[in-house]
């Protein structure tokens, strides 16, 4: 048989082998079904751990505005239409480095970070231009050489052909 005790705020609860021999009768409920980012009705779920607290930083309000326009932007490419919300939002995180320290990381050492004017300016351009961009990408290779006797190593561009 159990025994119960009040200790102040505290309660200590003995318990026997014998209580532990019987199985519990508790009932627990249904665990309720977490909707995630996008809920039924096709709004977005603020309160979504996959938004790692994006919505409530500092630059919240520039966030739900560049990540609503994108959800609900019907332009082709789809959020071509956000260039000046996403705009806002990427100079409200520069003024909070702290904050927002990785993304920030990721912009400057020419990671993940997204420039998406680049990435329109981009999509704009003549496709002759862009063929001929990409083929000039592929023709020029740097090969790195050291002089005799020398300490450090010159970088010589050599054409392919």
Same mark, same amino acid.
């Given at each position: 048989m159990?025994l119960?005790?009040?200790?102040? *705020?505290?309660?200590? $609860?003995?318990?026997?082998a014998?209580? @532990?021999?019987? &199985?519990s009768t %508790?009932? !627990? &409920?249904?665990?309720?079904?977490s909707?995630?980012? $996008?809920?039924d009705n096709g709004?977005?779920?603020w309160?979504?751990?996959?938004?790692?607290? +994006?919505?409530t930083?500092?630059? /919240?309000?520039e966030?739900?505005?560049?990540?609503?326009?994108f959800? #609900?932007?019907?332009?082709?490419?789809?959020?071509?239409?956000? #260039?000046?919300a996403? *705009?806002? +939002?990427?100079?409200?995180m520069?003024? #909070?480095?702290? %904050? #927002?320290?990785?993304? !920030?990381q990721? =912009?400057?050492d020419g990671?993940? /970070? +997204?420039? !998406?004017?680049? +990435? !329109?300016?981009?999509?704009?351009? =003549?496709?002759d231009?862009?063929?001929l961009?990409?083929?000039d990408? @592929?023709v020029?290779?740097e090969?790195e @050489?050291? *002089? &005799?006797g020398?300490?450090s190593?010159t970088?010589?561009?050599?054409?392919?052909?």
């Amino acid at each position: 048989m159990s025994l119960c005790k009040s200790f102040g *705020k505290d309660k200590v $609860i003995f318990v026997t082998a014998e209580d @532990h021999a019987t &199985p519990s009768t %508790v009932v !627990l &409920p249904e665990p309720e079904a977490s909707p995630g980012l $996008i809920l039924d009705n096709g709004d977005i779920n603020w309160n979504c751990p996959c938004l790692g607290g +994006m919505a409530t930083g500092p630059c /919240g309000v520039e966030f739900r505005e560049a990540f609503s326009c994108f959800h #609900y932007s019907e332009a082709q490419p789809k959020g071509s239409d956000c #260039y000046d919300a996403f *705009k806002t +939002m990427q100079d409200c995180m520069a003024n #909070y480095p702290g %904050v #927002y320290k990785q993304n !920030l990381q990721d =912009d400057e050492d020419g990671g993940t /970070g +997204m420039d !998406l004017g680049a +990435m !329109l300016d981009e999509d704009e351009e =003549d496709p002759d231009e862009q063929t001929l961009k990409q083929e000039d990408a @592929h023709v020029s290779t740097e090969v790195e @050489h050291s *002089k &005799p006797g020398a300490g450090s190593p010159t970088t010589v561009a050599q054409k392919v052909n």
